[in-house]
């Protein structure tokens, strides 16, 4: 084979456009509030808070409302998911036309070409949050948390700490969870994504941990060693994956 074809057929960097349990989202449900989508008599996506309570994909009504009392069961329905993602896919079309839509809620395009266009990874992925914050109807300075991907790489977290601060300020106050959980690798998204919910419900950031010498480029608050009350009504998540695989997520509080 030839060193041509070779690198036609490698691995193709891409970045996703994610939110887990869309279909909750696409109803229009907060994140604070316990609910489920269900489809033949079985859960299909469940919000953090009713996932908080034992809630999970799968599982039978019955069973769901067992763990949760509180829980409000919703229909499921595919014409509502879809009209209620165009407006994302619509505002990820100034980056690149190439998008692929795998299901409602979570979208994806190969990064080689916008990546160069927009002068490499770490700005295409500051593009994308700043799209996902204008796509959520927020004002930039509304965002006072970030809840960071943070693997505690050199280059991973200066990349991320610096175009968080130029879309964000230096005022964000950062947590990286991961220092406590370690690496989740499949896990680390959703699990970060619940972390930055219970933040805006219970009015706590989480610390930092270890953080004893932090590195002169990632010049933002860390929260370092212990948590600390905050009244955030709009906060970020981010989630990397290993092959290049990308999301931003943006929470906000259900009365804000």
């Known amino acids: ?38 489809r033949a008599g079985r859960v299909v996506a469940a919000s953090p808070a009713a996932r908080a309570d034992g809630v999970a994909p799968g599982m039978r009504r019955r069973e769901s409302q067992a763990r949760c009392p509180a829980l409000l069961v919703l229909d499921h329905d595919p014409s509502r998911d879809a009209r209620a993602f165009e407006p994302v896919v619509t505002g990820l079309e100034p980056i690149t036309p190439r998008i692929e839509i795998s299901e ?16 490499g990874d770490e700005a295409l992925v500051a593009r994308a949050a700043r799209l996902a914050v204008e796509r959520s109807g927020v004002d930039y300075h509304d965002v006072v948390h970030v809840n960071a991907h943070a693997t505690s790489t050199p280059a991973g977290d200066t990349a991320e700490a610096k175009w968080i601060s130029a879309l964000l300020g230096d005022q964000t106050v950062v ?8 690496h989740l690798l499949g896990a680390a998204g959703a699990i970060e994504a619940i972390a930055t919910v219970l933040t805006i419900r219970e009015g706590i950031v989480p610390p930092t941990i270890n953080l004893t010498d932090p590195d002169p480029a990632c010049d933002l608050d860390f929260v370092p060693g212990q948590a600390r009350k905050a009244d955030v009504e709009v906060a970020m998540s981010n989630g990397f994956g290993f092959g290049g695989h990308n999301a931003v997520l943006i929470f906000r509080r259900h009365d804000a």
């Not at 947590?175 to 370690?182: L, P, Q, R």
């Open 1 to 38: 084979m030839s060193e041509r074809s070779e690198r036609a057929v490698g691995p193709v960097r891409t970045l996703v456009v994610w939110c887990p349990d869309w279909p909750v989202v696409a109803a229009g449900v907060p994140p604070d509030a316990p609910a489920a989508v269900l």
């Open 175 to 182: 947590a990286a969870t991961k220092s406590m959980t370690g």
């Open 104 to 119: 409602p809620g979570r979208c994806c395009f190969p990064t080689r070409g916008p990546s160069r266009y927009f002068g």
